[in-house]
Protein backbone atom coordinates (compact mmCIF):
# COMPACT_ATOMS: atom_id res chain seq x y z
CA UNK A 1 0.00 0.00 0.00
CA UNK A 2 3.20 2.52 1.00
CA UNK A 3 4.89 1.75 -2.56
CA UNK A 4 1.50 2.07 -4.18
CA UNK A 5 0.97 6.05 -2.49
CA UNK A 6 4.37 6.64 -3.97
CA UNK A 7 3.79 5.90 -7.15
CA UNK A 8 1.17 8.06 -6.89
CA UNK A 9 2.20 10.88 -5.65
CA UNK A 10 5.39 10.67 -8.05
CA UNK A 11 2.17 10.45 -10.74
CA UNK A 12 1.13 13.86 -9.32
CA UNK A 13 4.56 15.70 -9.26
CA UNK A 14 4.59 14.16 -12.86
CA UNK A 15 1.66 15.18 -14.53
CA UNK A 16 1.90 18.87 -12.33
CA UNK A 17 5.38 19.20 -13.71
CA UNK A 18 3.80 18.95 -17.77
CA UNK A 19 0.97 21.35 -16.43
CA UNK A 20 3.24 23.62 -15.56
CA UNK A 21 5.21 23.74 -18.85
CA UNK A 22 4.86 26.70 -21.30
CA UNK A 23 2.90 25.70 -24.01
CA UNK A 24 0.83 23.04 -22.19
CA UNK A 25 -2.16 25.57 -21.11
CA UNK A 26 -4.66 23.58 -22.76
CA UNK A 27 -3.19 20.12 -20.99
CA UNK A 28 -4.07 22.00 -17.95
CA UNK A 29 -7.15 23.17 -18.68
CA UNK A 30 -8.36 19.35 -20.63
CA UNK A 31 -7.39 17.74 -17.29
CA UNK A 32 -9.23 20.31 -14.98
CA UNK A 33 -12.36 19.49 -16.91
CA UNK A 34 -11.86 15.91 -17.06
CA UNK A 35 -11.31 15.47 -13.47
CA UNK A 36 -13.55 18.06 -12.20
CA UNK A 37 -16.11 15.08 -13.63
CA UNK A 38 -14.73 12.97 -10.61
CA UNK A 39 -14.18 14.92 -8.12
CA UNK A 40 -15.13 18.10 -6.46
CA UNK A 41 -13.45 21.20 -7.30
CA UNK A 42 -11.91 21.82 -3.95
CA UNK A 43 -11.01 18.73 -3.92
CA UNK A 44 -9.18 19.69 -6.50
CA UNK A 45 -8.08 22.67 -5.49
CA UNK A 46 -6.90 20.82 -2.76
CA UNK A 47 -4.41 18.51 -4.95
CA UNK A 48 -3.40 21.49 -7.01
CA UNK A 49 -2.12 23.55 -3.44
CA UNK A 50 -0.94 20.24 -2.17
CA UNK A 51 1.48 20.35 -5.17
CA UNK A 52 2.46 23.90 -5.03
CA UNK A 53 3.60 22.52 -1.46
CA UNK A 54 6.06 20.00 -2.45
CA UNK A 55 7.28 22.18 -5.26
CA UNK A 56 8.23 24.61 -2.60
CA UNK A 57 9.61 22.33 -0.25
CA UNK A 58 11.68 21.23 -3.46
CA UNK A 59 12.84 24.40 -3.95
CA UNK A 60 14.00 25.48 -0.52
CA UNK A 61 15.69 22.10 0.42
CA UNK A 62 17.75 22.47 -3.05
CA UNK A 63 18.39 26.26 -2.12
CA UNK A 64 19.98 25.31 1.12
CA UNK A 65 21.23 22.13 0.05
CA UNK A 66 25.29 22.79 0.11
CA UNK A 67 24.57 25.07 3.44
CA UNK A 68 27.03 24.26 6.02
CA UNK A 69 25.28 25.91 9.29
CA UNK A 70 23.55 22.27 9.63
CA UNK A 71 22.06 23.35 13.18
CA UNK A 72 19.70 25.86 11.62
CA UNK A 73 18.97 24.23 7.99
CA UNK A 74 16.02 23.04 8.31
CA UNK A 75 14.48 26.18 9.98
CA UNK A 76 16.41 28.50 7.25
CA UNK A 77 14.13 25.83 4.87
CA UNK A 78 11.18 26.57 6.82
CA UNK A 79 11.00 30.38 5.82
CA UNK A 80 12.22 30.20 2.25
CA UNK A 81 8.79 27.69 1.91
CA UNK A 82 6.75 30.46 3.81
CA UNK A 83 9.08 33.19 2.08
CA UNK A 84 7.78 31.79 -1.40
CA UNK A 85 3.99 31.15 -0.06
CA UNK A 86 3.76 34.69 0.62
CA UNK A 87 5.60 36.01 -2.72
CA UNK A 88 2.93 33.77 -4.58
CA UNK A 89 -0.16 35.15 -2.31
CA UNK A 90 1.32 38.70 -3.15
CA UNK A 91 2.13 39.65 0.73
CA UNK A 92 4.81 41.76 0.40
CA UNK A 93 4.87 42.61 4.11
CA UNK A 94 5.10 38.50 5.26
CA UNK A 95 7.44 37.72 2.54
CA UNK A 96 10.01 40.52 3.90
CA UNK A 97 9.81 39.01 6.96
CA UNK A 98 10.45 35.72 6.11
CA UNK A 99 12.88 36.17 3.91
CA UNK A 100 14.95 38.81 6.95
CA UNK A 101 14.51 36.04 9.39
CA UNK A 102 16.69 33.66 7.13
CA UNK A 103 19.32 36.53 7.37
CA UNK A 104 18.79 37.53 10.53
CA UNK A 105 19.25 33.54 11.60
CA UNK A 106 22.43 33.29 9.58
CA UNK A 107 23.83 36.29 11.62
CA UNK A 108 22.54 35.64 15.05
CA UNK A 109 24.18 31.87 14.93
CA UNK A 110 27.47 33.60 13.10
CA UNK A 111 27.54 36.40 15.96
CA UNK A 112 30.00 33.94 18.16
CA UNK A 113 33.37 34.32 19.99
CA UNK A 114 35.90 33.88 17.18
CA UNK A 115 34.51 37.48 15.48
CA UNK A 116 34.36 39.15 18.52
CA UNK A 117 37.87 38.15 19.34
CA UNK A 118 39.15 39.11 16.24
CA UNK A 119 37.31 42.63 16.54
CA UNK A 120 38.37 43.18 19.94
CA UNK A 121 42.51 42.32 18.46
CA UNK A 122 42.02 44.59 15.14
CA UNK A 123 39.15 47.50 15.76
CA UNK A 124 41.96 50.43 15.62
CA UNK A 125 43.31 48.87 12.34
CA UNK A 126 42.50 50.17 9.02
CA UNK A 127 40.02 48.83 7.10
CA UNK A 128 38.48 50.78 4.59
CA UNK A 129 38.75 54.27 2.68
CA UNK A 130 36.48 56.65 2.37
CA UNK A 131 36.43 59.42 -0.47
CA UNK A 132 37.23 62.85 1.05
CA UNK A 133 34.35 65.34 -0.59
CA UNK A 134 36.50 68.51 -0.36
CA UNK A 135 39.82 67.04 -1.36
CA UNK A 136 38.86 64.38 -3.33
CA UNK A 137 41.43 61.94 -2.26
CA UNK A 138 40.42 59.21 -0.16
CA UNK A 139 40.36 59.15 4.25
CA UNK A 140 41.63 56.11 5.67
CA UNK A 141 39.18 54.60 8.18
CA UNK A 142 39.52 52.29 11.21
CA UNK A 143 37.58 48.61 11.44
CA UNK A 144 35.42 50.37 14.59
CA UNK A 145 33.85 52.88 12.31
CA UNK A 146 33.14 50.35 9.78
CA UNK A 147 30.77 48.47 12.23
CA UNK A 148 29.96 50.62 15.21
CA UNK A 149 28.05 53.70 14.74
CA UNK A 150 29.04 57.31 15.87
CA UNK A 151 32.15 58.86 17.53
CA UNK A 152 32.17 56.90 20.13
CA UNK A 153 35.53 57.02 22.17
CA UNK A 154 37.51 53.63 22.70
CA UNK A 155 36.83 53.12 26.39
CA UNK A 156 32.78 52.69 24.89
CA UNK A 157 34.20 50.48 21.97
CA UNK A 158 35.87 48.12 24.72
CA UNK A 159 33.12 48.21 26.79
CA UNK A 160 30.45 47.08 23.53
CA UNK A 161 33.33 44.37 22.70
CA UNK A 162 33.05 42.74 25.96
CA UNK A 163 29.77 42.08 25.36
CA UNK A 164 28.47 39.12 23.79
CA UNK A 165 27.34 39.81 20.42
CA UNK A 166 23.75 38.88 20.45
CA UNK A 167 23.12 42.09 22.94
CA UNK A 168 24.52 44.09 20.37
CA UNK A 169 22.01 46.10 17.81
CA UNK A 170 20.89 44.13 14.65
CA UNK A 171 23.14 46.69 12.29
CA UNK A 172 26.29 45.88 14.31
CA UNK A 173 26.04 42.18 13.96
CA UNK A 174 25.15 42.42 10.34
CA UNK A 175 27.89 44.48 9.53
CA UNK A 176 30.21 42.41 11.57
CA UNK A 177 29.10 39.71 9.54
CA UNK A 178 29.28 41.41 6.52
CA UNK A 179 32.83 42.02 6.70
CA UNK A 180 34.36 38.75 8.55
CA UNK A 181 32.35 36.23 6.29
CA UNK A 182 31.34 38.28 3.19
CA UNK A 183 34.40 40.18 2.57
CA UNK A 184 36.37 37.76 4.03
CA UNK A 185 38.01 40.70 6.33
CA UNK A 186 39.05 42.75 3.29
CA UNK A 187 36.98 45.71 2.52
CA UNK A 188 38.71 46.71 -1.12
CA UNK A 189 36.23 48.76 -2.33
CA UNK A 190 33.62 50.34 0.17
CA UNK A 191 30.87 51.33 -1.76
CA UNK A 192 30.74 47.63 -2.35
CA UNK A 193 30.13 47.33 1.27
CA UNK A 194 27.20 50.01 1.50
CA UNK A 195 25.59 48.68 -1.57
CA UNK A 196 25.07 45.20 0.16
CA UNK A 197 24.69 46.95 3.63
CA UNK A 198 22.31 49.28 2.70
CA UNK A 199 20.18 46.07 0.77
CA UNK A 200 20.27 44.60 4.11
CA UNK A 201 18.92 47.71 5.90
CA UNK A 202 16.39 48.29 2.82
CA UNK A 203 14.97 44.50 3.90
CA UNK A 204 15.12 44.87 7.40
CA UNK A 205 13.34 48.34 7.66
CA UNK A 206 10.67 46.53 5.37
CA UNK A 207 10.53 43.49 7.64
CA UNK A 208 9.35 46.10 10.68
CA UNK A 209 5.99 46.24 8.83
CA UNK A 210 5.30 43.67 10.84
CA UNK A 211 5.88 45.24 14.20
CA UNK A 212 3.95 48.19 14.28
CA UNK A 213 3.60 50.30 17.07
CA UNK A 214 7.14 51.68 17.60
CA UNK A 215 7.86 55.35 16.31
CA UNK A 216 9.56 55.51 12.86
CA UNK A 217 11.49 58.17 11.74
CA UNK A 218 11.65 60.04 8.65
CA UNK A 219 14.28 57.87 7.23
CA UNK A 220 13.13 54.75 8.15
CA UNK A 221 9.90 56.02 6.40
CA UNK A 222 11.50 57.48 3.44
CA UNK A 223 13.52 53.71 3.29
CA UNK A 224 9.82 52.02 3.54
CA UNK A 225 8.09 54.32 1.19
CA UNK A 226 10.55 53.43 -1.60
CA UNK A 227 10.43 50.02 -0.76
CA UNK A 228 6.44 49.27 -0.86
CA UNK A 229 6.30 51.54 -3.67
CA UNK A 230 8.56 49.43 -6.03
CA UNK A 231 7.57 46.42 -3.90
CA UNK A 232 7.04 44.64 -7.36
CA UNK A 233 10.84 45.06 -8.43
CA UNK A 234 12.18 44.53 -5.01
CA UNK A 235 10.40 40.74 -4.65
CA UNK A 236 13.52 40.11 -7.17
CA UNK A 237 15.85 42.29 -5.68
CA UNK A 238 15.65 40.63 -2.01
CA UNK A 239 15.77 37.53 -3.35
CA UNK A 240 18.57 38.15 -5.26
CA UNK A 241 20.32 39.39 -2.35
CA UNK A 242 18.91 36.68 -0.41
CA UNK A 243 21.43 34.54 -2.98
CA UNK A 244 24.25 36.87 -3.11
CA UNK A 245 24.84 37.06 0.85
CA UNK A 246 23.91 32.74 1.52
CA UNK A 247 26.16 31.83 -1.46
CA UNK A 248 29.47 34.13 -0.33
CA UNK A 249 28.70 33.40 3.44
CA UNK A 250 28.76 30.00 3.12
CA UNK A 251 32.07 30.22 0.40
CA UNK A 252 33.60 31.21 3.73
CA UNK A 253 32.63 29.02 6.54
CA UNK A 254 35.08 26.29 7.02
Same mark, same amino acid.
Given at each position: ?D???R???????F?ND?????????F???L?E???L????? %?I??I? %?YC?R?ILK?Q?T?F?S?F???????K??E???? $?????R??R? %???????????????NY??????????Q?H??????K? &??K?TF??D??????L????????????N?LK?P $????D??E?YK?I?F???F?KKV???FD?Q????L??D??Q?R?LN?R?G?I???? &??????V??NS?K?????L?Y?E??T????????
Amino acid at each position: MDEQKRDLKTLIDFVNDIANQKGNEWFKAELKEKISLQIHST %EIEEIY %EYCIRQILKDQATKFYSDFKLIPIKDKLIEDYIR $MEQFRRDDRF %EDFCLALFQQIEGIVNYLSNDEVVEYLQLHYLSPSHKI &KNKDTFGFDQKLLWQLIFFGELENLEIENKLKKP $MIDWDFSERYKSILFYFYFNKKVYNYFDFQTIFFLGNDLYQSRNLNHRGGKISNKQ &KIIIEKVTSNSHKYYFKFLGYLEDFTSKINAQII
